[in-house]
Nanobody
């Protein structure tokens, strides 16, 4: 089992910045992918960004590319999402997710159902 705890959400004005953190505990493996998703009321979870824990390769959704950056701190078992130039449409509950994988090729996953573990979510509200 893996436990994920998000933090860092809050209220910010448009154009501002926030940094979300996701601390992983439990059976944390190096062959893992960590992702960030977001969800607004009445909609499904939307992929935001993901990082391969082993090699550090990343992927970002087009809607956040150039504004958001995912990163990791292996020593702290923590993944970050630096969000700059925030827009009102970024308002959502942000979730951290993880899964392990096998094989030597380091993958990245964009689909919600590819992930096994989820955090409780943290609210991000961007005012105009």
């Amino acid at each position: 089992q893996v436990q994920l705890v998000e933090s860092g959400g809050g209220l910010v004005q448009a154009g501002g910045s926030l940094r979300l953190s996701c601390a992983a505990s439990g059976r944390v493996f190096s062959s893992a992918v960590m992702g960030w998703f977001r969800q607004t009321p009445g909609k499904g979870r939307e992929f935001v960004a993901a990082i391969n824990w082993s090699v550090g390769s990343t992927d970002h959704a087009d809607s956040v590319k150039g504004r958001f950056t995912i990163s990791r701190d292996n020593a702290k078992n923590t993944v970050y999402l630096q969000m700059n130039s925030l827009k009102p449409e970024d308002t959502a509950v942000y979730y951290c997710a993880s899964r392990t994988y096998s094989g030597s090729y380091p993958p990245i996953f964009r689909l919600e159902y590819d992930y096994s573990y989820w955090g409780q979510g943290t609210q991000v509200t961007v005012s105009s």
